[in-house]
């Protein structure tokens, strides 16, 4: 115990406003930060986090953004006795809202949302169901405020564009040795390079505007009550900043409808589940049907195929440039995890009518309930 508590991370978790940290362990599955449980002497739990510099190069904008929206948050959930658990962000001893290590290392410490968890594959339509409502609210609150009022914590971020251009530059350095996976992955991207920047399009012809996002929208971020079930909150604010909430729709779609998980290297089994996606968006529509234009609504299909090839993109682009970014827990890891998400793009482009037609049919549905409502 004696030697444990000379860890350096107690020293970091000292820089807290807590009772005294008496134990902390690894936490999650995060692929960026590091993240911690620290319980305190007065048994309180909190997320300890080292924030990765190299990817967030400006981690005080991180946490300003992070501020802000819990701040409106915490207000909704008073003003309008919402029933949503929303993360605290604990002072330091110095009266900021993060701690800079003496070896120059990021930290900050949050509080932890007690009695949820989360799921990396859901199991019922229920729990998809709410899903879609969290994701919903999340999205109609934050609505509420002016995107302006956020600065970019991570440029560039969902902007296909960009990382195509990247990709592009990588594969102009090195020559990928040819396998079976790697040729998949390849072929992929070029079929359907044009196809995966129909967002920015959009967004470039003044179709699609800019809201405040979550940024990070996917399944493992959404808690569900233990007790009843119930989606009571959304975590990892890391990347709230303005743009297209089609971002977020499409993330969540894309980890949400895939049963196999974003992990598994059965990449051929993967497939994308149109009947999870109709409870996600029934729920979606429920808190945020009035949101969007029907012109935005007509992007809903190009934004759950964007974010998968987006991600597949990314990690590919990762594994041939050495992995990077991405924490990796073997060697070919981001290749699989591109495998996953491009298998998921074959099977979301394969159904590009049925997925149409379900969010055609809720959208109308609920619609007419609306309607048979007022
Ligand atoms: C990263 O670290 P994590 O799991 O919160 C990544 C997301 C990807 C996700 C894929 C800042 O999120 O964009 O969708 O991995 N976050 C960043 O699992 O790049
Ligand atoms: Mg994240």
Same mark, same amino acid.
């Given at each position: 115990?004696? $030697?444990?508590?000379?860890?350096?991370?107690?020293? %970091?978790?000292?820089?807290?406003?807590?009772?005294? %940290?008496?134990?902390? *362990?690894?936490?999650?599955? +995060?692929?960026?930060?590091?993240?911690?449980?620290?319980?305190?002497?007065?048994?309180?739990?909190?997320?300890?986090?080292?924030?990765?510099?190299?990817?967030?190069?400006?981690?005080?904008?991180?946490?300003?953004?992070?501020?802000?929206?819990? /701040?409106?948050?915490?207000? =909704?959930?008073?003003?309008?006795?919402? %029933?949503?658990?929303?993360? #605290?962000?604990?002072?330091?001893?110095?009266?900021?809202?993060?701690?800079?290590?003496?070896?120059?290392?990021?930290? #900050?410490?949050?509080?932890?949302? &007690?009695?949820?968890?989360?799921?990396?594959?859901?199991?019922?339509?229920? *729990?998809?169901?709410?899903?879609?409502?969290?994701?919903?609210?999340?999205?109609?609150?934050?609505?509420?405020?002016?995107? +302006?009022?956020?600065?970019?914590?991570?440029?560039?971020?969902?902007?296909?564009?960009?990382?195509?251009?990247?990709?592009?530059?990588?594969?102009?350095?090195?020559?990928?040795?040819?396998?079976?996976?790697?040729?998949?992955?390849?072929?992929?991207?070029?079929?359907?390079?044009?196809?995966?920047?129909?967002?920015?399009?959009?967004? *470039?012809? +003044?179709?699609?505007?800019?809201?405040?996002?979550?940024?990070?929208?996917?399944?493992?971020?959404?808690?569900?009550?233990?007790?009843?079930?119930? $989606?009571?909150?959304?975590?990892?604010?890391?990347?709230?900043?303005?743009?297209?909430?089609?971002?977020?729709?499409?993330? @969540?779609? #894309?980890?949400? =409808?895939?049963?196999?998980?974003?992990?598994?290297? $059965?990449?051929?089994?993967? @497939?994308?589940?149109? &009947?999870?996606?109709?409870?996600?968006?029934?729920?979606?529509?429920?808190?945020?049907?009035?949101?969007?234009?029907?012109? &935005?609504?007509?992007?809903?299909?190009?934004?759950?195929?964007?974010?998968?090839?987006?991600? +597949?993109?990314?990690?590919?682009?990762?594994?041939?440039?050495?992995?990077?970014?991405? /924490?990796?827990?073997?060697?070919?890891?981001?290749?699989?995890?591109?495998?996953?998400?491009?298998?998921?793009?074959?099977?979301?482009?394969?159904?590009?009518?049925?997925?149409?037609?379900?969010?055609?049919? &809720? /959208?109308?549905?609920?619609?007419? @309930?609306?309607? $048979?409502?007022?």
């Amino acid at each position: 115990m004696q $030697a444990e508590t000379q860890s350096p991370l107690y020293a %970091i978790a000292s820089q807290f406003d807590t009772a005294r %940290i008496t134990s902390i *362990k690894a936490h999650g599955n +995060g692929n960026v930060n590091d993240t911690y449980i620290a319980v305190a002497s007065d048994k309180t739990r909190y997320i300890l986090q080292r924030v990765n510099t190299a990817i967030f190069t400006s981690p005080e904008i991180v946490m300003s953004n992070m501020q802000t929206a819990t /701040k409106h948050l915490n207000q =909704c959930i008073q003003n309008r006795k919402l %029933i949503w658990k929303v993360q #605290r962000v604990i002072p330091s001893k110095t009266k900021k809202n993060y701690y800079i290590h003496t070896d120059g290392t990021f930290w #900050r410490m949050i509080s932890f949302i &007690e009695d949820a968890h989360s799921v990396d594959i859901l199991d019922s339509h229920d *729990k998809a169901l709410e899903l879609g409502k969290a994701v919903g609210l999340f999205h109609s609150l934050m609505a509420e405020i002016p995107h +302006g009022t956020l600065a970019y914590a991570l440029e560039g971020f969902h902007i296909v564009p960009q990382y195509l251009q990247a990709y592009d530059k990588i594969l102009a350095q090195h020559t990928p040795l040819s396998d079976k996976e790697t040729d998949y992955a390849l072929r992929f991207i070029q079929k359907h390079r044009k196809e995966a920047v129909r967002l920015e399009t959009g967004k *470039k012809h +003044g179709i699609l505007p800019l809201r405040v996002i979550h940024g990070d929208l996917k399944i493992n971020n959404i808690m569900f009550s233990r007790a009843n079930d119930r $989606a009571i909150s959304i975590i990892d604010l890391d990347t709230v900043q303005p743009g297209l909430i089609h971002y977020d729709i499409g993330d @969540c779609m #894309r980890s949400s =409808c895939n049963r196999h998980g974003e992990e598994t290297q $059965a990449w051929e089994e993967v @497939c994308f589940d149109t &009947e999870r996606l109709r409870y996600i968006w029934r729920g979606y529509l429920e808190h945020a049907q009035g949101l969007m234009s029907e012109q &935005e609504y007509a992007y809903i299909y190009d934004a759950i195929f964007a974010i998968t090839f987006e991600i +597949g993109l990314r990690f590919f682009s990762d594994y041939l440039a050495g992995n990077i970014y991405f /924490k990796i827990h073997y060697p070919k890891n981001n290749l699989f995890r591109a495998l996953v998400q491009f298998r998921l793009g074959q099977s979301i482009h394969s159904q590009k009518e049925a997925i149409s037609r379900i969010l055609a049919e &809720e /959208k109308a549905k609920y619609m007419q @309930c609306a309607t $048979a409502r007022s």
